[in-house]
């Protein structure tokens, strides 16, 4: 399964339509989340342009060509 | 007329949408030597609001976020306000998007909408921008737009519900100043009941002290005060720049003559009427 992090393509596991993991798997294995699954920072995730708040990362499925954007907060004017 | 007093006159408070904004300088996070020279300007500055933008971003970025932890740290101990942007976005989607983001990011409906129309100027666009600004509005943003001076645009932008406006003084990052002074003084004269904030392109303190001078309730800037030689000395001059020209105005400035006129009087000096003429 090939999915889209922060603009760049992953390879996940062989070629299947069915989720083989959660967003907060996902996060976890991506190092974004300590092992108890609590986040390492302040961050906001989206799925393909839509927003998944935390509670729901353990229930939300990633699936073949989703586009998952993890974001911080930056400096700015 | 105030009460004469040595100590330092009190500055009217800004609100905004029912809330007190604790400055009149409003200051922004990029651009700093340091993170450290960064606090130490906000410090400086005293701002009342502090902008800050979301982006993509790495776990270790994520895990190991100085300048956020710096401005958070900042923020609970000052009572500035944080003012997430919506800076890139070329699109009232995209604005739409990083907006909500920003929100659930901050827990703050507090949002600076940018979008930007032209690259090379960085001048917003104002059909996009409208667009934006009602969808936000109805979806519970307190939204303050970055627009141009067009008199019409700010009026739209106020009817949408946004409760200021925030015409640039020039293109961004250009510290050029008031570019269109006597468009603003129309503006400002035209909507005298709105909250209105100069943001961009003001690069000295001089030019900040003119926008408050004019009447305008705030500014906003970032390059002016972090690419200065010294960012801490510049906040402070910033600071003391802004609250002279917001007492100038509220002193209520003389108003100008083609013609000269003698400001000592001519009466009893020793040759006055000694030529026998009335």
């Not at chain 2, 340091?34 to 400086?44: C, F, K, T, V, Y």
Request: aromatic share 6%; proline share 6%; net charge negative.
């Amino acid at each position: 399964m090939k999915i889209r992090i922060n603009g760049e393509w992953l390879v996940l596991a062989a070629d299947s339509s069915e989720p083989v993991m959660t967003l907060e798997q996902l996060l976890l294995a991506r190092g974004y989340l300590e092992p108890d699954s609590s986040s390492k920072g302040r961050m906001v995730v989206a799925r393909n342009q839509v927003i998944v708040s935390q509670p729901n990362w353990s229930t939300t499925g990633v699936e073949e060509g989703d586009s998952i954007d993890v974001m911080g907060a930056i400096t700015g004017g | 007329m105030a009460e004469p007093t040595n100590s330092e006159p009190a500055l009217d408070n800004l609100v905004i949408d029912g809330e007190v904004i604790p400055g009149r300088l409003w200051l922004g996070t990029s651009l700093y030597p340091s993170p450290s020279i960064m606090g130490q300007s906000l410090q400086a500055a005293g701002p009342g609001f502090v902008t800050v933008s979301v982006r993509r971003q790495t776990a270790c970025q994520i895990e190991d976020n100085g300048h956020w932890q710096l401005i958070d740290d900042w923020l609970q101990q000052s009572g500035s306000i944080l003012l997430p942007n919506t800076a890139g976005c070329h699109s009232a989607s995209e604005a739409i998007l990083l907006a909500n983001m920003a929100r659930e990011l901050f827990g703050s409906r507090w949002i600076k909408l940018e979008v930007i129309g032209e690259d090379y100027s960085l001048q917003p666009d104002p059909f996009e921008l409208l667009v934006a600004a009602r969808e936000l509005v109805a979806q519970g943003f307190r939204v303050l737009p970055y627009c141009t001076e067009d008199l019409v645009l700010c009026q739209k932008l106020l009817d949408a519900g946004c409760p200021a406006v925030m015409p640039w003084g020039a293109p961004i990052g250009t510290g050029r100043g008031l570019q269109n002074l006597q468009g603003l003084k129309t503006l400002r004269e035209r909507l005298p009941e709105a909250v209105m904030v100069i943001d961009a392109g003001l690069g000295k303190p001089s030019q900040a002290m003119q926008a408050m001078e004019l009447g305008f309730d705030a500014v906003l800037l970032n390059t002016a005060v972090a690419r200065a030689l010294d960012p801490v000395q510049m906040a402070s001059a910033f600071a003391a720049a802004v609250n002279g020209g917001r007492q100038a105005w509220q002193a209520g400035l003389m108003i100008e003559r083609q013609q000269a006129q003698a400001s000592t009087p001519t009466l009893g000096l020793p040759f006055w009427h000694q030529d026998g003429k009335a």
